[in-house]
């Protein structure tokens, strides 16, 4: 078989089978767990924010928000947002919203949320791209729930300078960030320079990290639980009630934190499933490191690493025109996380929903996996 990618190389495929096994069943359970932590790194040290600090307050459009910051001890502050619904009375359920890749770094949580200041035309083009038109973390906040959005390691204001990437990515290479035509129109030339950089930059990041011990999607976890610690901490939230949510990227992170958090209620990860098999025709160079933990493949596949909590709740939408997977690798991956989830007791404590159209969290989407969170 010749892969488009591979090429004169299409065989490597095969010998890497012979080499080793690929993809081997992961069951759920503590072993499993133990395999994604060592494998992601920067698991096992006690994970809390840092000199939080509430730097501001609004109330919009029914919802109440907060702007936080903390340090997670390495880099700039993270700046997070939560959201509420306008005069909540007591601890409510919550979520931790995570925002996407999309090859745009240059902001984060703006990508998914309202905040105080105006909203940017290239914010609302995104969401009109991938979001049904709406911030969709308030629509979420004013269905009942606290909601914290935060920028995580590379994005917002956790984003590496651009002269720091300058250093070591070749401006005049004509190097570009997957995004930079990502929206009718393209980016505005400032943020359009600095997702040009941002892309090719991940690969150096992704070395550092390498030889660091750890991993890219070992320090995006990491971040993660960070956040996630945080908002069980505070005495407006019900602490055995937090859950995750996120697409694409934020859908990745989604995945990551429900494999290696203790605590959380429920994960959604949407567009952002596949068997690893789906992916090997082309599939993939369009994505993140954060989706290939170096030598996960050896021990598991990427539904299994996502289901090593089962029977934790978890619910996956998938889009059948996503150009970033093939429907037989979402529809396998579909099928394996219901094998997993049946091995651990409770085969309807994963929903697998699929809808039409390209990559994205549409209105009807996001109505779903509200209800849904709901009704845990």
Request: glycine share 10%.
């Amino acid at each position: 078989m010749k892969f488009q990618h591979l090429g004169g190389y299409s065989d490597l495929v095969a010998e890497a089978h012979q080499q080793h096994t690929l993809y081997p069943l992961a069951k759920p359970g503590p072993e499993t767990q133990r395999k994604v932590r060592d494998v992601l790194g920067w698991c096992d040290r006690p994970e809390q924010a840092r000199d939080v600090r509430s730097e501001r307050t609004w109330e919009a459009d029914g919802v109440c928000g907060e702007e936080l910051s903390w340090s997670v001890g390495y880099g700039p502050r993270t700046v997070a947002w939560l959201l509420k619904p306008a005069g909540a009375r007591g601890p409510l359920p919550a979520v931790l919203a995570l925002h996407d890749h999309g090859g745009f770094k240059y902001y984060g949580k703006e990508k998914i949320a309202a905040g105080p200041t105006p909203v940017e035309p290239v914010i609302q083009a995104w969401w009109d791209k991938s979001y049904g038109g709406r911030p969709w973390t308030n629509a979420l906040a004013r269905a009942g729930f606290a909601v914290l959005v935060h920028d995580t390691f590379l994005w917002g204001s956790r984003k590496f300078a651009l002269p720091d990437m300058q250093q070591t990515v070749d401006a005049g290479a004509g190097a570009r960030g997957p995004a930079s035509d990502a929206l009718p129109g393209g980016f505005p030339p400032v943020i359009a320079e600095y997702n040009a950089h941002a892309g090719p930059h991940e690969h150096v990041v992704s070395k550092y990290c390498n030889i660091l011990g750890t991993s890219f999607p070992g320090i995006v976890a990491h971040e993660d639980r960070i956040a996630f610690n945080y908002l069980r901490s505070r005495s407006d939230v019900l602490a055995n009630r937090v859950s995750c949510v996120g697409l694409s990227g934020g859908g990745n992170r989604a995945g990551m934190l429900r494999a290696t958090a203790d605590g959380l209620q429920a994960a959604v990860v949407i567009g952002l499933m596949s068997t690893y098999a789906g992916l090997l025709d082309k599939y993939v160079a369009v994505h993140t490191w954060m989706f290939f933990p170096f030598d996960w493949a050896r021990h598991g596949d990427w539904p299994d690493l996502v289901a090593c909590q089962a029977p934790a709740p978890l619910l996956v939408q998938y889009d059948l025109e996503d150009d970033l997977f093939t429907v037989e690798g979402m529809r396998n991956a579909d099928a394996r996380l219901k094998q997993l989830y049946k091995l651990a007791g409770n085969g309807t404590a994963y929903t697998g929903q699929f809808y039409p159209g390209p990559h994205k969290f549409d209105v009807p989407m996001q109505t779903a996996a509200f209800n849904w969170l709901k009704a845990l």
